[in-house]
């Protein structure tokens, strides 16, 4: 995460303090001192950095919605779960997966490329759910008392860099008291162990194929050593141990076998990074041979990440004929239709296109990609008023969706309103965690000059509420 790594340098004065500290003893969960609002909290900062200023951040609304549909089958069936999880993706070829405080879960590229079925992809999941709920960072971090909410949270991005950075993590250790450090990656160990227990019994509550877990931790240790630099950037965070696989394996053989079947998203969102990366002809080229030697099990997938390539090496004719093949296939899903949709928009099918999104909306009415994917296509056939009336009843359903709050603003500019055009961008940078631009947008709406009395009142008692907000999270800036 290039962002990230600028972070090192003005996080690094804080460190000898930090890592110089006795640690909390591994033990009960709720021991540390950080409480589940200040983990949240912290979590919510760190997961707003990486949203919208890191350029790692993968903003694809199908990849990020299939991973929230994983990692929430695997939250539904932890008991220690009582938190809002969010799972997102990283644009990192680098195998890594890490967990923030509060439920903020991310996933590099890499890591999905690399595991061969969901099971794995789950089995990885279910480890860092596991140290959310059991607070190993908050553990961690508990003895932190005298640092500030953004002095932790900035401190926890540092890390997340120099895991991607092994240069500047060795920078870090040198400024930093060695010993205590190293003091820590033992800790840590404990942790790693536990998480793999616990997200082992996660992963068979929730009906996957338990050996896939030990699979997936030998072939990150067989990584070692093919990888570039020496070292997977997963196996930096999470030491795969001859001990740690055995272990694995052991709880393998006592379960009962359970196969469990790969979902058409798990290999649709594979062949989708994999059209992605890269050259794009070469991409083409590559899943045209693939399809042609069926190199690849999946025959649908494999049709799908064509379509993408050729879609991206500007070739949208050929690219719609291979989506519209696959949606007369027998398997269907929201990622096929939505694929088909722009290939033919690409195509000067506009037509066609809006009436596959329409179709589309009507059978997958919770796909959050095909509600985007439709809302524009509203915006650009010109009917604001439908558009107004659709973002209204998808932001019922998810009413925390930055996206949402950006149409809406859009949609009501088209029409002219402008008090609500600042309420809903006010909306958005809240989400963004700029309260200082969300409050600037509602006193630009207490001067809009087309707003009833209600609506003002409405106005004066979320801009009272954003200022509050805001001098509480100035106070949390101070030493605790």
Known sequence: MRFLTLLIAATLWVAPRAWGQALPDLGDPSGGVLSPQMERRIGESIAREIRFRDPSYLDDP???????????????????????????????SSVNAFALPGGFIGVNTGLLLLTETESELASVLAHEISHVTQHHIAQMMGAQQRMTIPTMAAMLLAMLAARSRPDLAQGAIMASQAGA???????????????????????????????????????????????????????RDHPVTTERIAEAQARAAQAPYRQHADSIEFQLVRAKLRAEGGDAH????????????????????????????LLRDRRPAEAAAEAMALRA??????????????????????????????????????????????????????????????????????????????????????????????QA????????????????????????????????????????????????????????
């Not at 199908?62 to 990283?90: M, T």
């Open 282 to 309: 070469d991409a083409a080229v590559h899943f045209a041979a693939a399809l042609r030697d069926r190199r690849y099990a999946d025959e649908t997938a494999t049709r799908y990440g064509l379509s993408s390539a």
């Open 329 to 422: 296939g027998a398997v269907k899903s929201p990622m096929i239709e939505l694929l088909a949709a722009r290939a033919s928009q690409a195509a000067a099918e506009s037509a066609r296109a809006f009436e596959i999104l329409r179709a589309a909306r009507e059978r997958y009415p919770y796909s959050r990609p095909l509600a985007y994917a439709w809302l524009d296509a509203l915006q650009a056939a010109g009917r604001p008023q439908e558009a107004l009336g659709a973002v209204g009843e998808q932001l019922r359903a998810w009413p925390h969706d930055p996206h949402l709050y950006e149409f809406q603003a859009k949609t009501y500019s088209a029409l002219g309103r402008r008090l609500q055009q600042h």
């Open 181 to 235: 450090v190293q003091a820590q990656i033992n800790y840590t160990r404990g942790y790693e162990r536990e998480a793999d227990r616990l997200g082992f019994a996660l992963l068979s509550s929730a009906g996957f194929d338990v050996s896939a877990m030990p699979v997936f931790f030998e072939r990150l240790q067989r990584a070692t050593r093919v990888s570039e630099g020496g070292m997977p950037s997963y196996l």
């Open 425 to 480: 961008q006010a909306e958005f940078y809240v989400l963004q965690g700029s309260l200082p631009a969300a409050i600037e947008q509602l006193q630009l709406a207490q001067t809009a000059g087309d707003a009833t009395f209600y609506e003002l009142s409405s106005v004066d008692a979320r801009l009272k509420q954003l200022r509050e907000q805001h001098a509480r999270e100035l106070r949390d800036a101070k030493p605790l």
């Open 62 to 92: 199908e990849v990020g919605e299939y991973l929230n549909r994983l990692g929430q089958r695997l939250v539904a069936a932890s008991p220690g779960a009582r938190l809002d999880f969010e799972f997102f993706a990283i644009q990192d």
